[in-house]
Every structure is written in C-alpha cells, then in structure tokens.
C-alpha cells in the first residue's frame, strides 16, 4: 500500500477476491450500498454466495471518504476512466454519488428510480430499471414500482440535465410485451432505452432464464424488431443484438469482454471485494445476456466472432 510521500495510489480501504493489483481496468462498477428499498427477484446482488450483507444502519457501511480515497488511488493504479454505479440502490446515497462523479471522466448511475432523481448535471447518464409493462414490471420488482417510476419519469422538474435511460431486462416471462414498455415510456421524458437480458446462476432453472441462448433468440429477434421500429430510441447496437444469437453469443461469452475490462468492487463490511465477475460469483457464462458484454464485443468488431458486419448492423 502506498503512501502520499511514496507517489504510490493511497488506497485505504481493502480490496480482496479476485481483484488482480496488476489489472487494466477502463471500467469500474461501484455497489455504494447494500441497502435497497426494493427485492426484486431476479436480482444478481442479492443471491447466495455474493458480497451482499447490508449492516442495520446504512451509515454503519464504509465510510464516503475512505470510499473516495479507495477510488481516487484504484483510478491511478489501474487507468479507470469510466464509473458505473451502482448497489443495492444507489441514490440512497445521493452526496457519495455527487463527490464520487468529480472522480471519473464518464459516469453512468444505474437507478430503480421509485425515488426522485437528483440533478447531476448534463455529463452524467441515468439508467432507470423497468422489467416489462405494469403487471409484468411489478411482479418481478415489487407491487407499486412501476407507477412510482413513470411518475418519477413523467415530471422531471423543467430544466433537468442529465439524460435518462431506461434499461429493461428482458426474460422468458416479459419477452412477449416488450413493445408495451416500450410504447409507455416513450410517452415519459426518458430519452432512450435499452434492453439488457437476464443472466442466470449456473444452475437456474427459474421462470426468468431461457435453458440455451438458442431457446434466447427470439426474445432477441423481438429486441431487433423493435430496435428497427424505434431506431433512434432503443440505443442497443444492431451488432450488438446480432452478437447475442447463436452461434456468435458463445463465441462471445467464452472470452467474455467485460471480464478483463471491468473491475466490479462489491462491499463487503469495511472493504471491497471483486467477485468473478461484475454479475457476481454464481453466473452461467454460457447463457449471460449481460448488455455490456455485447455492446463491448461489438466495439472490438463483429469480424472477431465471425459476424459479417454490415452497415446496418453497426
Ligand atoms: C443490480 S441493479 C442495481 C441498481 C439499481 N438498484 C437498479 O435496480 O437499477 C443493476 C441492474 O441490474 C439489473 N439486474 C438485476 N438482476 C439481473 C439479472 N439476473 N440479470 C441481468 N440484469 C439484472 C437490474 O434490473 C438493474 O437494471
Ligand atoms: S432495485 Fe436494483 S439492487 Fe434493488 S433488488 Fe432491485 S435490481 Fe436489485
Ligand atoms: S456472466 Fe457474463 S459478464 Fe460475467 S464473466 Fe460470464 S459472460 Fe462475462
């Protein structure tokens, strides 16, 4: 560990797991809390076997400054430049989240969004989570949360800055509506969507995860139908979703992209602590639908897994 006088990173607060000292990470995700207001089923942070135990008292988690100091010194050691954030719910904690942004160059806060939104400013992005219309979004996030999110979206106060995307996770069970969703958030002031696909544990055999991603590719298909319909509005790459069928997805998941470039820290007690990967210890690789694992192999080209990349699917 180094010091100030050293010139080496300070970094206060431990990091343990499967942290690697000598990562390039370009990307970090956050979990500020393990608090949340919400138990959504599918949820990956909450599962057995991952770094996940909230104390009674929010304020009895690591402290906003050694967090900061913890980041400041991992941003110097390992070149990270963009900071996802995340929990348990993240706008718990809205003045960590607000002295946390000045640390990165790109921030993106990922948000239930049944609290109001704070103001971060035009540079910093919103992801807003909603699983499927109504009936569908409140049985696997909670009875009530899909109204308190629409009414968060739909009155914005005037002048709000920083822009909002919603990210839904499409399953086995919400695969067939998700033009519905689509359709009701257009109507809010939410600037985009994106669709992201459920990852599983190994060996889940829950209503929300496909057997094979062969069985996945029509839920994929329909994301495509309705990314050729809303072009402007559902911002997943078409490479993207190209990569997600089969046979391309294995390729993809087999040299996972955001394994190596993404450094997850989860809190556990006074420190952090890096899982296996950002979805946790427990995933099935060969069925993630994780989307910034394939919006990361889309940028390293589709000519790599073996995808005919065409103008229109960039
Ligand atoms: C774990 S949550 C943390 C941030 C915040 N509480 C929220 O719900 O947006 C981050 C994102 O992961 C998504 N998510 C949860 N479980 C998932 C799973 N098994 N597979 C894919 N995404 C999942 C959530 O819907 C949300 O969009
Ligand atoms: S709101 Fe987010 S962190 Fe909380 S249970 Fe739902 S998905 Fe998990
Ligand atoms: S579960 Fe997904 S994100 Fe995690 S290592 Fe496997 S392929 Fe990558």
Same mark, same amino acid.
């Given at each position: 560990?180094?010091?100030?006088?050293?010139?080496?990173p300070?970094?206060?607060?431990?990091?343990?797991?499967?942290?690697?000292?000598?990562?390039?990470?370009?990307?970090?995700?956050?979990?500020? +809390?393990?608090?949340?207001?919400?138990?959504?089923?599918?949820?990956?942070?909450?599962?057995?076997?991952?770094?996940?135990?909230?104390?009674?008292? %929010?304020?009895?988690?690591?402290?906003?400054?050694?967090m900061?100091?913890?980041?400041?010194?991992?941003?110097?050691?390992h &070149?990270?430049?963009?900071?996802? *954030?995340?929990?348990?719910?993240?706008?718990?904690k809205?003045?960590?989240?607000?002295?946390? %942004?000045?640390?990165?160059?790109?921030?993106? %806060?990922?948000?239930?969004?049944t609290?109001?939104?704070?103001?971060?400013?035009?540079?910093v992005?919103?992801?807003?989570?909603?699983?499927?219309p109504?009936?569908?979004?409140?049985?696997?996030?909670?009875?009530?949360?899909?109204?308190?999110?629409?009414?968060?979206?739909?009155?914005?106060?005037?002048g709000?800055? +920083?822009?909002?995307?919603?990210?839904?996770?499409? +399953?086995?069970?919400?695969?067939?509506?998700?033009?519905?969703?689509v359709?009701?958030?257009?109507?809010?002031q939410?600037? *985009?969507m994106t669709?992201?696909?459920?990852?599983?544990?190994?060996?889940?055999?829950?209503?929300?995860? *496909?057997?094979?991603?062969?069985?996945?590719?029509?839920?994929?298909?329909?994301?495509?139908?309705?990314?050729?319909?809303?072009? &402007?509005?559902?911002?997943?790459?078409?490479l993207?979703?190209?990569?997600?069928?089969?046979?391309?997805?294995?390729?993809?998941?087999?040299?996972?992209?955001?394994?190596?470039? %993404?450094?997850?820290?989860?809190?556990?007690?006074?420190?952090?602590?890096?899982?296996?990967?950002c979805?946790?210890?427990?995933?099935?690789?060969?069925?993630?639908?994780? *989307?910034?694992?394939?919006?990361?192999?889309?940028?390293?080209?589709?000519?790599?897994?073996?995808a005919?990349?065409?103008?229109?699917?960039?």
């Amino acid at each position: 560990m180094g010091s100030p006088d050293s010139g080496a990173p300070v970094i206060r607060a431990q990091v343990g797991g499967h942290y690697r000292e000598d990562g390039h990470y370009p990307i970090v995700v956050v979990n500020v +809390t393990n608090h949340c207001n919400l138990t959504c089923q599918h949820c990956f942070i909450f599962r057995d076997g991952n770094p996940n135990l909230a104390p009674e008292s %929010i304020r009895q988690e690591m402290d906003p400054e050694s967090m900061l100091q913890t980041l400041r010194g991992l941003r110097e050691r390992h &070149g990270l430049s963009v900071a996802l *954030w995340m929990g348990g719910e993240p706008l718990l904690k809205p003045r960590l989240l607000a002295d946390g %942004i000045g640390l990165f160059a790109h921030n993106t %806060i990922t948000t239930n969004g049944t609290v109001p939104l704070t103001d971060f400013g035009p540079d910093v992005l919103y992801v807003v989570s909603l699983d499927g219309p109504e009936d569908l979004n409140d049985a696997i996030r909670g009875e009530g949360s899909y109204r308190r999110v629409i009414r968060n979206l739909s009155r914005l106060p005037q002048g709000f800055s +920083t822009p909002v995307q919603v990210q839904c996770v499409v +399953t086995r069970r919400n695969q067939h509506r998700l033009g519905e969703l689509v359709d009701a958030v257009r109507e809010t002031q939410a600037n *985009w969507m994106t669709f992201s696909f459920y990852v599983p544990r190994a060996s889940d055999t829950g209503p929300d995860a *496909w057997a094979t991603v062969e069985e996945r590719a029509s839920a994929v298909r329909e994301v495509q139908r309705l990314k050729e319909k809303y072009a &402007g509005f559902v911002r997943n790459s078409s490479l993207s979703l190209e990569l997600m069928l089969p046979p391309y997805a294995r390729r993809v998941t087999d040299a996972c992209p955001a394994h190596d470039a %993404i450094l997850p820290l989860y809190l556990e007690g006074d420190h952090f602590t890096t899982p296996f990967c950002c979805y946790g210890n427990d995933v099935d690789c060969d069925r993630c639908g994780a *989307w910034v694992v394939f919006q990361l192999a889309a940028r390293l080209g589709g000519e790599r897994y073996g995808a005919i990349e065409t103008p229109a699917a960039t």
